[in-house]
């Protein structure tokens, strides 16, 4: 399973979309998803996953800059209309 972190506490976390048992929140808005997707293993070694946890416990903020925000918006919604697809 995807080891991620949590984008609003910085908790580590298994699965990116999933809710946080830290501080309960679960990656809602577009803007929210797209930190979740970004922040797992999938694009960072753990190591530099447990960096970003640190400053994001610290009250750092993680910026996306817009062009990668709508990107990763357009493949998330390509991946659920395929997915709707098939059911």
């Not at 493949?75 to 059911?87: C, H, T």
Request: with cysteine.
């Amino acid at each position: 399973m995807t080891q991620a972190i949590c984008f609003n506490c910085g908790e580590i976390k298994f699965g990116s979309f999933t809710k946080c048992d830290k501080c309960c929140l679960t990656p809602a808005s577009d803007d929210d998803e797209v930190i979740s997707f970004l922040l797992t293993d999938h694009f960072y070694e753990i190591d530099e996953l447990k960096k970003l946890s640190n400053r994001i416990k610290n009250g750092a903020a993680i910026d996306i800059s817009e062009e990668i925000k709508q990107q990763v918006i357009s493949d998330i919604k390509d991946v659920r209309d395929k997915l709707e697809s098939k059911s």
